[in-house]
């Protein structure tokens, strides 16, 4: 209906004509790199924008373009600057979808997490101050002789930063997301069993009962549709817990695969929403977004900022009155730790029930002395420790009885 | 078809004062037939949008309010089962298949707002109000007649558009709208107008208040906007409060701002934000208000 501007003849058209509709496939394709969803017919509506009129002022055919091309506020955020760019030869950053400035080299990916697991991974990371991940596998060399036996008996009970080599780290991965599915399965089963209708809805009651000739017979009720539990997790990945990262993707991804409805952030000195990267099948393409999207800038964990960014943009969207919003996080907070609490008590207004798991927990000796985690704990409804599958399992319970 | 700056001065004359890159989408959808999706933060004026578009093209505007639960029957169409039953008993006796035309027919068919739009003789708008609200289900099937404007009732057969209405979207993001759907749109996110815009349209909504006190109150709200507030006070409460303030005689606000302080109830809808707001905060806020 719109492709007027294309549907010329190719013969017709002129040397410039093809130069600029080649240009514009090139900024297509620049969009595409961008994470802008464009297709088939974005381009052609494009191309009939140029033909008719639009191209004769670029403050114009941006303004066309912004509307045609972005589909959502990040879109339409950083959209200026590509057409900038591209268009008007102004020097912007060529690929905006990580916003973060540091060098993907100097950082590690996630996917890279992932596979070289709990030793090596955080080594080259270590971005993070504090506790220096160099000094960490030392302090506890007690531990490590213990991990041989643990090692035999069960993976269940196995500190994930035990866990060392690709099979069993691959079995543990596996045994994460085996349990976010089984949590799914119980926790909706439990909700199917209380649900009762209780009003009369007489408009269908009357269909219904057309084929008894209009006496109603068959009562059809009314039931409010139940808010099934929605579960936002929001993972710190800084060097501090890079020991840890990597399993709890793993749970994540299980769970955002068999949650009906589950969010998932990220975040280190900034929050990455990572849902949409997080739905792809597979989960080592799924790892591969990821690391796009979560390239930190500069070192220490922000949880506070973090925290804030995330009421101010995502929590309108992403909780609602059946929320549970789980923290994965060491709680060692390099910014503000009284600017932490401020938002934790936001936080705890809006959902119903605030979890923080800390994996540092079950070390020995370890106390909640952090300034980070000192002014969150009020606000928290469970801080449980979630260093083994079985503590994650115990967890389900609990998110139950919500 | 109407340039950019026809378009923005008809929005204008029809009360809603639009920056150009609104204008720009406004001309876009008439030139691609595409919906326009608004978004962005309660209270700056998405519905207002629609409204103005419907004074635009003179034209109906046609509503429809998403929800939880909202379904194809209370959105698109219904058969009026009370009349049907009536008719049935009425002819009772004649043949089933002469009956049973007649109850199908378009006699007895509700028109809910959806097929409404699809059947003017003139386009409509049609508003679909936080779309955000409703189901996956209900999206996926709004794509559908979006993108054929046709309607299958199974009884009746196909009704396809007479005229296609000029539809827009408005979301406020409680829920994470699907790619295609926002493919399927234009995209637009409204700001909080800046001081300036936001002037013009009290001296445009409001009647009796002068640009200088339209300016004061842009600017102070724009200052109260800055602060850490639970909820931040969207256009339609600066139209309240000006016109709170144009109803108590204000001129300037310099004057008295003690009735300053008394009316910011207008703009602070929460305990919270009003303990926040003290007299000495309002003060200072109300020093920087030239």
């Known amino acids: ?402 | 078809m109407k340039t950019r700056d026809e378009i923005a001065q008809a929005l204008a004359a029809s009360g809603y004062i639009a920056d150009a890159e609104l204008a720009t989408a406004v001309s876009l959808m008439q030139r691609l037939r595409r919906p326009l999706l608004l978004e962005g933060e309660a209270g700056v004026g998405k519905t207002e949008v629609a409204k103005a578009l419907a004074g635009v093209h003179a034209t109906e505007l046609i509503r429809l309010q998403c929800y939880e639960g909202l379904d194809q029957s209370s959105a698109l169409y219904e058969w009026n089962y009370q009349r049907q039953l009536l008719a049935i008993q009425a002819h009772h006796g004649s043949d089933a298949d002469a009956i049973e035309d007649r109850i199908f027919s378009e006699k007895y068919l509700l028109e809910r707002p959806l097929l409404a739009a699809i059947r003017r003789d003139k386009p409509p708008v049609l508003l679909i109000d936080e779309i955000d609200r409703a189901d996956d289900e209900f999206e996926a099937f709004l794509l559908e007649l979006l993108s054929d404007f046709q309607v299958s009732i199974p009884e009746l057969g196909t009704i396809k558009a007479t005229t296609i209405p000029h539809v827009v979207l408005t979301s406020n993001g409680t829920r994470e709208l699907s790619d295609a759907l926002r493919r399927r749109c234009l995209y637009h996110y409204v700001d909080f107008p800046d001081v300036d815009r936001e002037a013009r349209i009290i001296v445009a909504r409001i009647d009796g208040a002068s640009a200088s006190l339209s300016l004061q109150i842009a600017q102070m709200v724009q200052s109260i906007r800055k602060e850490e507030l639970r909820k931040v006070p969207g256009v339609a409460e600066t139209l309240d409060w000006a016109a709170a303030l144009v109803g108590l005689d204000v001129r300037d606000l310099h004057d008295d701002p003690e009735v300053v302080q008394d009316t910011l109830m207008c703009l602070l809808k929460t305990q919270e934000d009003k303990a926040r707001l003290t007299r000495e905060v309002s003060a200072r806020l109300l020093g920087k208000v030239a």
């Open chain 1, 1 to 402: 209906m719109s492709c007027c501007g294309t549907s010329a003849g190719y013969d017709e058209i002129d040397e410039v004509s093809r130069l600029v509709s080649r240009k514009l496939a090139a900024f297509l394709r620049t969009l595409r790199d961008n994470g802008f969803a464009v297709g088939l017919a974005e381009g052609q509506d494009a191309a009939a924008l140029m033909a008719s009129g639009y191209a004769r002022k670029p403050g114009l055919l941006r303004s066309a373009f912004k509307h045609l091309f972005s589909a959502r506020k990040s879109d339409w955020e950083k959209f200026d600057g590509l057409f900038d760019a591209f268009w008007l030869g102004k020097r912007v950053r060529s690929r905006s979808l990580t916003t973060g400035s540091a060098k993907a080299a100097n950082n590690p990916s996630l996917k890279s997490l992932q596979d070289t697991g709990s030793t090596q991974g955080g080594s080259e990371s270590a971005t993070d101050q504090i506790p220096s991940v160099d000094d960490a596998p030392q302090g506890r060399s007690g531990e490590g002789r213990m991990e041989g036996a643990s090692r035999a008996d069960n993976l269940a009970e196995v500190d994930f930063r035990n866990i060392a080599g690709p099979g069993q780290l691959e079995q543990a991965h596996a045994a994460a997301a085996r349990l976010a599915k089984a949590m799914r399965t119980r926790l909706t089963r439990r909700d199917l069993a209380r649900r009762r209708g209780y009003r009369l809805d007489l408009r269908r009651t009357i269909h219904r009962n057309i084929s008894h000739g209009g006496v109603p017979i068959a009562l059809v009720k009314r039931q409010r549709k139940d808010k099934p539990l929605r579960l936002v997790v929001l993972l710190d990945a800084s060097g501090s817990m890079s020991l840890y990262t990597g399993v709890f993707l793993r749970f994540i991804h299980g769970v955002l695969d068999e949650f009906r409805e589950a969010e998932a952030f990220l975040f280190h000195t900034r929050l990455a929403y990572v849902s949409d990267a997080m739905k792809e099948k597979d989960a080592g393409r799924a790892l591969d977004r990821l690391s796009l999207l979560a390239q930190g800038a500069g070192g220490g964990t922000k949880i506070g900022e973090s925290l804030k960014t995330f009421n101010r943009w995502h929590a309108a969207r992403v909780i609602h009155s059946r929320t549970c919003v789980m923290i994965v996080s060491d709680g060692y907070e390099t910014g503000d730790a009284a600017l932490l609490g401020r938002e934790m008590a936001q936080l705890a207004r809006r959902c119903r029930r605030i979890v923080w798991l800390n994996p540092m927990m079950a070390w020995e000796g370890y106390a909640p002395e952090a300034q980070g985690i000192k002014a969150a704990l009020p606000h928290v409804d469970l801080y449980a420790r979630a260093n083994t599958l079985a503590s994650l399992a115990a967890l389900e319970p609990y998110l139950a009885r919500l």
